[in-house]
Each structure stands twice: as structure tokens, then as C-alpha cells.
């Protein structure tokens, strides 16, 4: 990929990712043109591809840094206790980080089938270590005889999409605080795996 | 919305429709023409006109009767018991209701926005329905002294997200049957209820 150093792409490319994740996530990225992207950018079209090679690799791009952003966050969390305090920890990182960046997160959900077979596998590889980080707690939890859980795999699945979820009701100002939603999902998260 | 009625219409009715889902989901809303799914039906453009005033109109068509399919044959399985049983029931119906209809429930995420303002508050108003089925299951349990619950709408938003989760990743064939997919959730919403 063709990338201007300098102050240019220093000040561009951060422009041009966030107005692409904004007009991705509000019309789809199969109704979004570079021409589009370019003119909220502020550039002409021509210019955008002194930065991405293509559409698809500016959603790629998107959806990578995402994954390794949540992926390097979780693993700057506190580490250490046990298995009730580390599952309790992800379950509130999780919707904490998820809300936070709803748009990234909507975008990743609704833009997979955009991507080329080997950026979808990329993409897929990052969900499956994401996941293990999850699964490794359950396990060390069956292991310790704090949880019972009939099955760690369909246990990480259940948990993430019921904390993912809560992006697709959550409003800010509404009847309850970020804070308590995350209390009421721990409890229904601790009491699902038998805690 | 103009329609033919008579054997023509019979045949092709169904048909639009089951090619206009299958190329939506594959391609997207946004990136499938009228002429497309004429062409895939084996029509020509204008016939399709005859049958819906627009793409979206056609787009709403599927996910009205998704959800009005859904909620009939929930309100179809077997009535009574108690909130533990009924709880129990709509586990596993939601779960074999949803891997049966795969198609229509990815289109049903996936396109919301693309529905007209209008249109969006109808297909709001039947998934709210539907999530207040569920929610009178779980305020009985309360009332029984069956679950512990800390917030019934929380409650019911986790899990049908746990629950639809499960047509992100199943697989016909895979590891586990459907049936046994069933009974691991139910052991999991059980739980996470206090039941």
C-alpha cells in the first residue's frame, strides 16, 4: 500500500479512516464511493489512494485495527486472581470497551461478507484469539471447581453475544448507567456458568 | 402495492421473494438492483412491479414476514406450565426457529437500516412483541419465586442475544447436534435466571 509519509498522512489518514467508519456504518460499505469518502475527507478522490490501495482495504484496515485495538486492550487490563475475578473483570471490560466504540463494533458485525476470503480469515483468526482469552478463563474456572459449565466452547459464544448485545439497546441517558448495566450482566454471566 | 392475482402471481410471489433474500444476504441490499432479481427470478424488470412498488417495499415484505412467522409460531407451541417449563420451551423453540429461518434472520440484522422510518417502527414494534413474550415468562418466574432475576428487561434482551448468537456459529454436521446445542443453552439461561 502506497502511504505519503510525513505531517500529510499523519493529519489524512486518521480523517480518512474516521469518515469512512462513519459513512460505512451509516449507508454500507457497498453504498459508499471513494468519491464519497474523499469529498467528506475534504480531498479529492485521487488522493485517497495515496493512502489505501482500495475501498476493501480501507474497511479491512477498519476492521483490523479495531480487533487489535480490543485485543491490546484486554491484555493492558489487570492480570492475575482467579478464575471468578478474571471472568468478572473480562464481562465488564468487554461492555466498557464495546460501548465505547459502538460504531467500530456495528461496523464489524455488518461488513464481514465485504471483505476477500484471506482478509475475512485474518479478521476470523483475531474473533478466535479474542475468544480464547475468554474460554481460557471458563477453563481454569472448571479446572478450579468454581464453575460447571457443560461445554467452555458454546459458553464463550453465549457470553460474548449476550455482552455484545447490549450495544444494540443500550442509549445513553437512559433508564440505567453504564455502570449498572454491567452489574446485572455479571450476575446473569456468574450465575450462567454455575459461579 | 399492486398485485396480480391467479396462478401467476402464486408462482412468482414466492419466487421474488426467495431470490431477492438470497441475494440480499449474499450481496447486501444496497448493492442488488431490481433488474438483478428479476433476472435471477427469470422475469423481466417492469413484471416485478407488478408485485412490489420498490426494492424496499420488497426488503420490508421479507422481514415483516419473518417476524409475523415468528411470533405465530411461538404463539403456535404448546401453552401452560409453569415459567420454568415455558422458560424451557421458548430456549429451544428460539433456537430451532432461528437455525431453520438462517437467511431471513441475517437479513433481518443486517438490513434495518435500509427500511424506511415507517417501516422501521413496524419491524421494532414485532421484535418488541416478540421480546415481550419472553419477558412475561421471566416476571412469572419472579412472581413464582422460581427465578432470581435483577432486571426482567435486561434479562430478556441477554437472552435472545445469547440465543440468535448461536446462528453465528453453528454448523450442520459440526461437533455438536442441534439438540445438543439446545440442551447447553437451556442449562446456561436456567443458570443465569437463578433456576
Given at each position: 500500500m502506497a502511504r505519503k509519509t510525513g505531517s500529510h498522512s499523519e493529519i489524512t489518514g486518521p480523517k480518512i479512516r474516521a469518515e469512512a467508519q462513519r459513512l460505512f456504518a451509516r449507508y454500507g460499505f457497498a453504498a459508499v464511493s471513494m468519491r464519497q469518502i474523499a469529498g467528506a475527507v475534504g480531498?479529492?478522490?485521487?488522493?485517497l489512494y495515496l493512502y489505501t490501495s482500495d475501498k476493501e482495504a480501507l474497511l479491512f484496515d477498519l476492521l483490523k485495527t479495531h480487533m487489535d485495538e480490543l485485543i491490546a486492550a484486554w491484555r493492558a487490563e489487570p492480570a492475575g486472581g482467579d478464575a471468578h475475578a478474571r471472568l468478572e473483570r473480562f464481562v465488564r471490560f468487554h461492555i466498557r470497551f464495546n460501548l465505547e466504540r459502538a460504531e467500530a463494533v456495528f461496523l464489524s458485525y455488518m461488513e464481514l461478507r465485504n471483505l476477500s476470503p484471506e482478509n475475512f480469515a485474518v479478521i476470523e483468526g483475531l474473533r478466535k484469539t479474542y475468544e480464547t482469552e475468554l474460554e481460557e478463563i471458563l477453563k481454569a474456572g472448571q479446572d478450579e471447581g468454581v464453575f460447571l459449565i457443560p461445554d467452555t466452547k458454546l459458553a464463550t459464544m453465549a457470553i460474548i453475544a449476550m455482552l455484545t448485545g447490549v450495544n444494540t439497546w443500550f442509549r445513553e441517558g437512559g433508564r440505567l448507567s453504564r455502570a449498572m448495566v454491567a452489574d446485572i450482566y455479571w450476575d446473569m454471566v456468574r450465575k450462567s456458568v454455575g459461579a
Open positions: 480531498v479529492q478522490a485521487g488522493a
